[in-house]
């Protein structure tokens, strides 16, 4: 079946650490994106990429890197410098602008 | 400044009830809107995709309305079902040179009771 796999479903960090959150997609979409989601907010972009090779940052970028070195995958790494990493990270692949599938997500929390 | 507000923040209903949930946008230009349905702890999953000359969408039990005159939409959800249970999501597309970026409502936290 045609879909984006997130792993791990569930992930615990001690403080100091930097985390790797894994995003897969064989849809064949060109578009990924990385949203956080706290409880009672919006979705907020944390990157995108359009294409392999080349990423922008989105509106919450600082504390998070991200690679696309394949079409496939877009690796999410939440750095120690992020202030506040605890909430649920949504993976998201596009053909089209504005059309997202969603995987099932990661929540992230700091011990 | 573009934004996307959604009432009720939550709503309780009972099994076999109506309801109607809203979304406000400020997005211009606007391109479309989608309302996604999100299970706790779930990614979200599009229920419909509303364009700027669409002003009715159905899908099964859902029915989305635009009025893009007032930049409003609505969902309603027709004889409720315990998997309704969710949260729903507006989410406006903006269009013109920012084709593409997205704003989301915070969503709408729906729970039907037995």
């Known amino acids: 079946d045609g879909g984006i796999t997130q792993s791990p479903k569930y992930l615990f960090r001690k403080e100091g650490q930097n985390v790797t959150l894994s995003c897969e997609q064989n849809?064949?979409?060109?578009?990924m994106y990385w949203y956080r989601q706290d409880p009672g907010q919006g979705l907020r972009l944390i990157y995108y990429?359009?294409?392999?090779?080349?990423?922008q940052k989105g509106d919450i970028a600082e504390g998070y890197s991200v690679s696309r070195e394949k079409k496939e995958s877009f690796p999410l790494t939440v750095t120690s410098a992020q202030k506040n990493p605890t909430a649920f990270y949504l993976c998201?692949?596009?053909?089209?602008?504005?059309?997202?599938?969603f995987g099932e997500g990661s929540r992230l929390t700091v011990l | 400044k573009n934004q996307v507000e959604q009432s009720p923040q939550s709503l309780i209903i009972l099994e076999g009830k109506n309801c109607t949930l809203q979304?406000?946008?400020?997005?211009?230009?606007?391109?479309?809107l989608r309302w996604y349905k999100q299970d706790t702890g779930r990614g979200p999953v599009s229920l419909t995709i509303?364009?700027?000359?669409?002003n009715t969408k159905s899908n099964g039990r859902y029915t989305a309305t635009l009025d893009a005159d007032t930049k409003q939409s609505s969902l309603h959800i027709t004889a409720s079902q315990l998997s309704d249970s969710a949260s729903y999501i507006c989410?406006?597309?903006?269009?013109?040179?920012?084709?593409?970026?997205?704003?989301f409502g915070r969503g709408t936290q729906l729970t039907v009771w037995p």
């Open positions: 509303m364009t700027f000359s669409e």
């Open positions: 849809l064949n979409h060109d578009a």
């Open positions: 998201a692949s596009s053909y089209a602008p504005g059309e997202l599938f």
């Open positions: 990429s359009q294409i392999v090779n080349d990423f």
């Open positions: 979304c406000n946008y400020t997005v211009s230009p606007f391109s479309n």
């Open positions: 989410v406006v597309s903006a269009g013109g040179s920012t084709l593409g970026r997205l704003y």
